[in-house]
């Protein structure tokens, strides 16, 4: 291996169809140079494909198939707009580097962002990336170095029991109203509400069960899926005699739809809209914070009725295991993250109930 002439050595390799020169000071660093890119392309042969960022998380999303639901692609394709329609989307997989995305989360926070949507963005892009470092694409993932955004944390607003009164007084929509009910009731979440069939409701025993959510479609219409937001969504609830005149009501006015409507499709579910189809869970939301804004209440949301279910049941005295099971979440943890702040004498009590044992 003769010097060049300005004192360089220099070998080649083919790699992927095209001859590559390698230059170094020494016969040995231009070898390594040589033998390193070698042994790259051979682990990630489509790194050298140029996959834009923006193509790749594309791609990722259309090859999520069933394996989430719908209502997650929809959340996950809305986010990642953020990666996909911006100049970043443009940035080849392998020029990607961790300082490349601080700077991004920083201009979208400074662009009025909120830090809770860039952190989403963050973990939805993160997981594409590592997706194609297990397809040999890219050998590191350049998220694994940066940090996530803060979100800062957020206590769940609660109504009292005054102020429940005072937006139901607002309802004049019947049905609306027994969902809202039945929302403080159970604690389910919107979707389970009104994925709600007759069969999972059972009067004798005064149970009703979750197995499957009404999810949005689009932005503008609902699509029933058997699937719940996590495995422990699936759960059956134990509810009084009031809700289960409540729901009483609301067969007798099914049947009455049933009737009006001879032709109708098969419809199974408790709250269903006039046309016996399954109601757009954006349009529950959308009613619901009317009335707030009517009564008065306009800080509050169809979600702060599972917020207020869970605060009164822990403020009664009821386990936070018994609550974690009604509102389907994963572990005892996440109850007590969420409601820690319902409980504030909880600490003083403790000290008293040690004082007794000590004295």
């Not at 940090?147 to 607003?157: D, E, I, R, S």
């Not at 809700?243 to 609301?250: G, H």
Request: aromatic share 6%; with cysteine; proline share 5%.
């Amino acid at each position: 291996m003769p010097r060049r002439k300005d004192g360089y050595y220099e070998v080649t390799a083919v790699i992927d169809g095209r001859q590559r020169h390698f230059y170094g000071k020494t016969k040995t660093e231009a070898i390594s140079k040589r033998d390193a890119e070698v042994a790259a392309y051979e682990r990630f042969p489509l790194m050298n494909d140029h996959i834009l960022l923006g193509e790749w998380c594309s791609a990722w999303l259309e090859g999520l198939g069933d394996s989430v639901t719908p209502k997650t692609i929809e959340s996950y394709t809305c986010v990642m707009r953020h990666i996909t329609d911006a100049p970043i989307g443009s940035i080849p997989l392998d020029k990607l580097r961790p300082v490349t995305f601080r700077m991004y989360w920083k201009d979208l926070l400074d662009s009025g962002l909120s830090p809770r949507t860039v952190a989403y963005c963050h973990t939805v892009t993160s997981t594409a990336l590592k997706q194609a470092v297990l397809d040999g694409v890219i050998p590191v993932n350049p998220l694994a170095a940066v940090k996530k955004p803060h979100v800062p944390h957020t206590k769940a607003m609660a109504l009292t029991r005054e102020q429940l009164e005072t937006v139901f007084s607002h309802i004049s929509n019947p049905v609306l109203l027994r969902i809202c009910r039945f929302a403080v009731v159970t604690g389910m979440r919107r979707s389970e509400i009104l994925g709600l069939r007759w069969q999972d409701v059972n009067f004798s025993r005064k149970t009703v069960s979750v197995n499957q959510t009404c999810l949005v479609r689009d932005g503008k219409s609902a699509v029933i899926t058997q699937s719940t937001k996590t495995t422990s969504s699936r759960r059956t609830l134990s509810i009084d005699e009031s809700t289960i005149a409540m729901l009483r009501e609301q067969k007798a006015y099914c049947l009455r739809l049933k009737l009006r409507l001879p032709d109708h499709k098969a419809c199974d579910l408790v709250f269903p809209s006039e046309n016996l189809t399954p109601i757009c869970p954006n349009n529950v939301t959308h009613d619901a914070k009317a009335a707030f804004k009517a009564a008065g209440l306009p800080q509050f949301s169809f979600h702060s009725f599972r917020h207020t279910s869970a605060t009164l049941l822990l403020q009664a005295g009821i386990n936070y295991k018994v609550v974690q099971q009604r509102l389907g979440h994963s572990s005892c943890a996440t109850t007590m993250d969420i409601y820690a702040h319902v409980m504030p004498g909880a600490d003083e009590e403790a000290a008293k109930v040690l004082e007794a044992l000590c004295t």
